[in-house]
């Protein structure tokens, strides 16, 4: 029987992995994967025809000074659902739906939030029986229509948002399932007030003008689009997709709202997906899937889902922007609706003291449609960019500031054969001179397939191992993934069935089984408390074997996949701790495991040294614990096209610590496009090489010593700017805000700008725009605002707003400084970024057309946790009147709402041995004579250099400390 069960697992993974091999079909098996058509749910709720099922409020239940909740109520539900309205400090107005008395308790997506925000006061300014008006302040206002229910967000006094414009609210009740009477029919049990079935197209009364924004002219509705008749019933109590079926002993239970932001036309957000940046109109199509899944060679320009979801929105328009959080962990479709030339009425008589009128205005309508639990929305209504990133970092958490090594270059693919070619690939970084910091290693790594094990006839050394890298300033990441081998004598296997901790099959009681690489699988049941725990233990230095405080962690395949379950999943009628299904939390699984890895590498240090953990799956609140990377793309040009979108999307949702696998996980890439890659990658914030076990090897150094220089230069710049990076690592820490940006986060009001996705920021201060096609030797560049801008390479003043055409040859990738900003960077590049740390530093000084600059630096000791008690330093740097100063900041420069929990000076016992080498000034008129120093009481004459070409003064040598105040003046 064993040897059975050992030839079935390797057909089962060699038909599962032929699609990875070079002569393997490239493209993703849509068939394995459902379409919203096969989604019983995702019809239900699309096929219903909008103004066709209204809510009324039936019943004010509680109203307070921090909280309202009303009784709503259709032709479709039995009973009365609960509409909460609260306002969080941000502002941020939350709206939760509930069945008010349930059958069976509604799942509630546990730990996102990790502290809600502080609930805020507000004032009921009208409760009449057409409409409830809430305010808070003098700025945001909520306007409820009862009948039919339609709510207005209002911020000074413009309507940024609407919930049910559409009538697309439908919450499917628990109920009892009917049985069938003799005659074949269903009918009723005995509670026919909890079975009824459901009505989609039942009469309901003509639309009345709930308010005046609804008022439209018909006869400029588009067309109503073609709906495919489907049997209402089919799929509501089972469900089956190939041969996997899925019974549902509770019924259906989806839940839909229709959100709609008025003048807008640009909305950003729900990674992931291999689609544009700005979301596209989906009612010619399918709508956006939100279901973490292991799709193989996933397919461009496209709405299926991915490996991770984040159901979260940002609509932008040249005046403001507003966030949307949909707090649903099961599986979500959302169809984005962007009708033009619609007219809205925007202003509102009775709440505005300027004349109302309509007017035609931009709207985009979303349509969220989720399998299970409540309505929780959150909207989080800015008005800035900069305002809802913050808003939505204080519901589901900041980023931490990661470990220094993290943030540099990591060189990885599956799989490095053994401890030889460790030391080998290693020494190849040193021979060639580039710098690396983390090597990694895949499952080949251990013992059958056993995470936790190491391979002793591979790696009979692991610890010398280590500690030689480590020696060298280096760490090493091995991958542990959710599913556990099923074979006893193996400690975790024994350990997780003994303490119940795996999940279960849908009878409750035995454990849940599938396929993924090493054979036959249980996966731990990440909701468990206790199993979470237990996870954490399991990385302590005596549980793993082999391994040492330099060791980090890669959770992949933590969707979960199940090579033999539907969808490449687990099946959702699986059952997690506290009797929830899996179809309830199964977006949440990713981030449950990477929360308790990361639990796990806190504990084994006794809380010192930072966490470094890399996820493919991921959620809301995900950021908190760790890196993420764009899963299994693949070497074409058309993948590092759609990195750069991806990544967008990211970080404008707050997942910000994110990358894609350098050069493609699949394929063979050319030269040309490699160097492009890294040139690319470099200024991703995760920058990791990564590639499948039958590629052929590439390191580096493997393409010729042309296209060595290339990618070693590629990757030094990376290296050269890590003081750049680790500053707005830390600020995102704690202000929220993304790392890579849109345009439209700087200069919010270039609407031509807005769904670009060639080109993006580091930071507000580094202009990127990569080479993204082959054969290419010049770039046109876009330079957004009305200031100066510079070249990274020549030092070139261009004024903006313009576009130019930039030559980029395979040697260079257009960069641009702003101008207005000093960037703090390092000349000097060692073998890794911990042997760098006290190197001394130069400083960028690109002034605006005002003569005019500042930056600023963030030093702490790059590892632990002690700058949490203020030993670290922030510096400020200000240049103007020809004169640099150095000295403490004072505050996140133009970062809203720095964190109180951070000491803003930081403390005089952090010991900083950095140097300023040099400053280099760029557009100076003419030649200095010299430059002074004042630090202190002393005065020091510095030598400058200047370059007539490039307009810049380099003045050397100041060899002053960066954490002391001090001046620099130029003369004339």
């Known amino acids: 029987m064993g040897v059975f069960k050992l030839l079935y697992c390797s057909f089962v993974l060699f038909c599962l992995l032929s699609d990875f091999l070079p002569n393997g079909v490239i493209s993703v098996k849509k068939h394995d994967f459902k379409t919203c058509k096969e989604s019983s749910f995702c019809m239900r709720h699309r096929q219903l025809p909008k103004n066709s099922l209204s809510f009324y409020v039936s019943n004010t239940v509680h109203i307070s000074k921090e909280s309202v909740q009303l009784h709503i109520t259709s032709v479709e539900n039995t009973k009365p659902l609960a509409l909460t309205i609260t306002v969080l400090t941000g502002p941020i107005l939350r709206f939760k739906i509930n069945e008010a008395d349930p059958l069976h308790p509604r799942f509630e997506v546990p730990y996102v939030i990790e502290q809600l925000p502080q609930q805020q006061a507000f004032s009921v300014d009208e409760d009449s029986p057409e409409k409830m008006v809430l305010s808070y302040g003098s700025d945001v206002k909520c306007v409820v229509m009862k009948n039919p229910l339609v709510v207005f967000v209002l911020h000074q006094n413009e309507i940024v948002l609407q919930l049910n414009k559409d009538w697309l609210l439908k919450f499917e009740e628990y109920r009892v399932k009917p049985v069938v009477t003799g005659g074949g029919q269903e009918a ?28 439209e002219d018909e006869e400029d509705e588009p067309p109503a689009k073609e709906q495919k008749v489907v049997d209402l019933e089919s799929g509501m109590w089972e469900e089956s997709f190939k041969s996997h079926p899925d019974s549902k002993p509770r019924g259906p239970s ?31 199509g399918e709508p956006y899937r939100l279901y973490n899944l292991d799709v193989f060679e996933y397919e461009l320009d496209s709405r299926m889902a991915l490996y991770g979801a984040i159901p979260a929105v940002v609509a932008h328009n040249k005046k403001r922007s507003v966030g949307v959080l949909w707090l649903n962990a099961a599986e979500t479709w959302i169809d984005v609706d962007r009708p033009t030339d619609k ?115 591979k790696f009979p050394d692991s610890r010398q191992l280590l500690d030689d890298l480590n020696a060298k300033g280096r760490k090493m990441v091995t991958i542990v993934d959710p599913h556990i081998k099923r074979t006893k004598g193996y400690h975790v296997y024994d350990e997780a069935t003994r303490l119940a901790y795996f999940v279960k099959q849908s009878d409750h009681s035995t454990d849940y089984k599938g396929w993924c690489w090493p054979g036959d699988s249980s996966w731990v049941d990440f909701l468990n408390p206790a199993a979470q725990t237990w996870w954490a233990g399991l990385f302590s230095l005596d549980m793993y074997a082999g391994s ?25 009628d699986a059952v997690h701790h506290g009797d929830i299904e899996h179809r309830e939390v199964h977006n949440l699984y990713g981030m449950l495991m990477v929360m308790s890895t990361n639990k796990g590498q806190l504990l084994r240090s006794h809380n010192q040294h930072r966490p470094f953990v890399l996820s493919r799956a991921f959620f809301a609140g995900s ?36 990358g894609a696998d350098v050069g493609g996980f699949f394929g063979e890439p050319t030269a040309e496009l490699l160097v492009r890659w890294y040139q690319l990658a470099a200024f991703t914030p995760f920058f990791r090489a990564h590639a499948h076990i039958e590629t052929k090897r590439r390191e580096p150094w493997l393409f010729g010593e042309e296209n060595t220089k290339r990618i070693r230069n590629a990757i030094r710049r990376r290296y050269a700017l890590l003081p750049y990076w680790y500053t707005q690592f830390f600020k995102t820490s704690v202000t929220g805000q993304p790392i890579m940006r849109p345009y439209w986060v700087e200069f919010p009001g270039e609407e031509a700008h807005f769904d670009k996705e060639d080109a993006f920021l580091v930071g507000p201060n580094l202009l990127v725009a990569p080479v993204i096609y082959p054969d290419t030797t010049s770039v046109k560049v876009s330079l957004p605002g009305d200031d100066l801008w510079y070249d990274y390479k020549t030092l070139q003043m261009w004024k903006a707003p313009t576009t130019l055409t930039v030559e980029a040859d395979l040697d260079s990738v257009p960069v641009f400084y702003r101008g207005g900003s000093i960037t703090p960077t390092r000349g000097r590049i060692r073998r890794s970024s911990v042997l760098s740390r006290d190197d ?59 964190s109180a929990s951070i000491p803003v000076h930081g403390s005089q016992s952090f010991t900083c041995r950095v140097r300023v080498e040099r400053v280099v000034v760029l557009n100076v008129a003419t030649a200095p004579k010299q430059a002074s120093l004042h630090h202190g009481k002393e005065t020091k004459t510095l030598t400058v250099l200047y370059d007539a070409t490039s307009r810049s003064a380099t003045i050397r040598k100041p060899d002053v400390n960066i954490g002391d105040d001090f001046v620099i003046k130029l003369l004339f």
């Open 188 to 215: 009723p049990a005995e509670e026919d007030d909890e079975d009824n079935e459901e009505e989609e197209n039942a009469d309901t009364p003509e639309k009345e003008a709930a308010f005046p924004a609804q008022i």
């Open 254 to 284: 989806s839940v839909g709202l229709d959100i709609s932001f008025p003048g807008f036309k640009h909305i950003f957000g729900i990674p992931e997906h291999a689609d544009s940046f700005n979301l596209r109109n989906t009612m010619d």
């Open 343 to 457: 007219p809205i009425l925007k202003k509102l008589a009775n709440l505005v003291k300027s004349p109302s009128g309509a007017e035609d205005e931009d709207v985009v309508t979303t349509h969220w449609m989720s399998e299970s639990g409540i309505i929780d929305v959150f909207v989080m209504v800015g008005p800035s960019s900069k305002d809802v990133f913050s808003q939505y970092a204080s519901l589901t958490g900041l980023a931490p500031l990661p470990p220094a090594f993290a943030i540099a270059y990591h060189q990885c693919r599956w799989n490095y054969n053994d401890e030889g070619d460790c030391r080998a690939v290693d020494e190849g970084f040193d021979q060639h001179d580039i710098p690396y910091d983390v090597l990694w290693l895949d499952i080949e790594h251990t013992v059958d397939k056993k995470y936790f094990t190491w391979d002793s006839h």
């Open 548 to 572: 040492t405080l330099s060791l980090f962690t890669w959770n992949d395949m933590n969707e979960p996949s199940v090579f033999n379950g539907p969808e490449i999943t687990m099946h959702k």
């Open 623 to 658: 950021q908190r614990y760790g890196a993420v990377w764009t899963g299994d793309n693949m070497a074409t040009w058309e993948h590092l096209r759609a990195s750069i979108p991806m990544l967008l999307s990211m970080n404008v949702v707050g997942l910000t610590f994110v």
């Open 840 to 898: 001394p530093l130069t400083l960028i000084v690109a002034p605006n057309e005002k003569g005019w600059a500042e930056g600023d630096l963030y030093l702490d000791d790059e590892h632990s946790f002690q700058y949490r008690m203020g030993k670290f330093l922030y510096r400020q740097f200000t240049f103007s009147d020809d004169q640099l100063r150095v000295e403490t900041a004072k505050k996140i420069v133009a970062e809203p709402n720095f």
